[in-house]
T-cell receptor, first 111, second 115 residues
Framework: DAKTTQPPSMDCAEGRAANLPCNHS???????VYWYRQIHSQGPQYIIHGLKNNETNEMASLIITEDRKSSTLILPHATLRDTAVYYCIVRDGRAGNMLTFGGGTRLMVKP | DTGVSQDPRHKITKRGQNVTFRCDPISEHNRLYWYRQTLGQGPEFLTYFQNEAQLEKSRLLSDRFSAERPKGSFSTLEIQRTEQGDSAMYLC?????????????FGSGTQLSVL
């Protein structure tokens, strides 16, 4: 039973911002939103996570709506190397809880 | 800074044979996870270790599967009497034991093909 809904695929032009949406309408108060990505033939890679405030790091920005029912991962200047499957995961922040991956969004960055 | 290492990268075997995969986590990480991923799907959790203790196992982990982490460092995943349905990418991940917000670091996986 998936806790998140993501579009199966998206395209983005190289150099433009990639905005990847995620719906998590049943998120509970102690669940964080995590984003991982998986480039072909590699294991998933952590990108960013947040609880309720917007977050930014060297890889991306995470915008979470005020009601926390959806979020958007932003890659500000997408490159061809950002082509990957992006997974949005909600997870209880307490220790010992597993990451449960859904189907993710396949992002294709095009020249 | 070495990441999570998995060996072998690829394994081809015949149905009914046993196979064993190895995972070397990041050195100071005390948690180790095994996931399985089939084509077009997200990774599925199999089991995880806190140091040498196996704390949780998924229903996906049938009795043909066994995982060990004998000294709390590297781990092995063995599949006995392989079936064609076992063909998948087997991913290992490690993390530090934190109260909250642990980040998992994944290896590149072992691709198993059962003929």
């Amino acid at each position: 039973d998936a806790k998140t809904t993501q579009p199966p695929s998206m395209d983005c032009a190289e150099g433009r911002a990639a905005n990847l949406p995620c719906n998590h309408s049943t998120i509970s108060g102690n669940e964080y939103v995590y984003w991982y990505r998986q480039i072909h033939s590699q294991g998933p890679q952590y990108i960013i996570h947040g609880l309720k405030n917007n977050e930014t790091n060297e890889m991306a920005s995470l915008i979470i709506t005020e009601d926390r029912k959806s979020s958007t991962l932003i890659l500000p200047h997408a490159t061809l190397r950002d082509t990957a499957v992006y997974y949005c995961i909600v997870r209880d922040g307490r220790a010992g809880n597993m990451l449960t991956f859904g189907g993710g969004t396949r992002l294709m960055v095009k020249p | 800074d070495t990441g999570v290492s998995q060996d072998p990268r690829h394994k081809i075997t015949k149905r009914g044979q046993n196979v064993t995969f190895r995972c070397d986590p990041i050195s100071e990480h005390n948690r180790l996870y095994w996931y399985r991923q089939t084509l077009g799907q997200g990774p599925e959790f199999l089991t995880y270790f806190q140091n040498e203790a196996q704390l949780e196992k998924s229903r996906l982990l049938s009795d043909r599967f066994s995982a060990e982490r004998p000294k709390g460092s590297f781990s092995t995943l063995e599949i006995q009497r392989t079936e064609q349905g076992d063909s998948a990418m087997y991913l290992c991940a490690s993390s530090l034991d934190r109260l909250e917000n642990e980040k998992l670091f994944f290896g590149s996986g072992t691709q198993l093909s059962v003929l």
